[in-house]
Nanobody, 125 residues
Framework: QVQLVQSEGGLVQAGGSLRLSCAASGRTSSSYNMGWFRQAPGKERAFVAAIRWSSGNTFYADSVKGRFTISRDNAKNTVYLQMNSLKPDDTAVYFC??????????????????WGQGTQVTVSS
């Protein structure tokens, strides 16, 4: 069994930065595709970023491209989401996710089979 444990989020002013982390524990492998999603109140969970384990290729939602960076430390079984130039529209609960079965889908929730607990990020204007 694999557990994904996320760091705390926080409250940040618009224009500020925040880094989220997601550590895998249990029967882990560094060979998982990983992703970040977010869910704002009253909205569906939406793709934010993904990183493929084999190629290291990264993918981003248009809304965060150029501001957010996903990265991973395989030695620590940890994936990060560096968020810069934050906007009030970035306010949401953020979830990390692991794809242990190498789905070709990286930008939808059904491409992942294991989820973190979620962490609140609030950006004030």
């Amino acid at each position: 069994q694999v557990q994904l444990v996320q760091s705390e989020g926080g409250l940040v002013q618009a224009g500020g930065s925040l880094r989220l982390s997601c550590a895998a524990s249990g029967r882990t492998s560094s060979s998982y595709n990983m992703g970040w999603f977010r869910q704002a109140p009253g909205k569906e969970r939406a793709f934010v970023a993904a990183i493929r384990w084999s190629s290291g290729n990264t993918f981003y939602a248009d809304s965060v491209k150029g501001r957010f960076t996903i990265s991973r430390d395989n030695a620590k079984n940890t994936v990060y989401l560096q968020m810069n130039s934050l906007k009030p529209d970035d306010t949401a609960v953020y979830f990390c996710a692991a794809d242990r079965y190498y789905s070709v889908i990286y930008d939808k929730t059904n491409g992942y089979d294991c989820w973190g607990q979620g962490t609140q990020v609030t950006v004030s204007s």
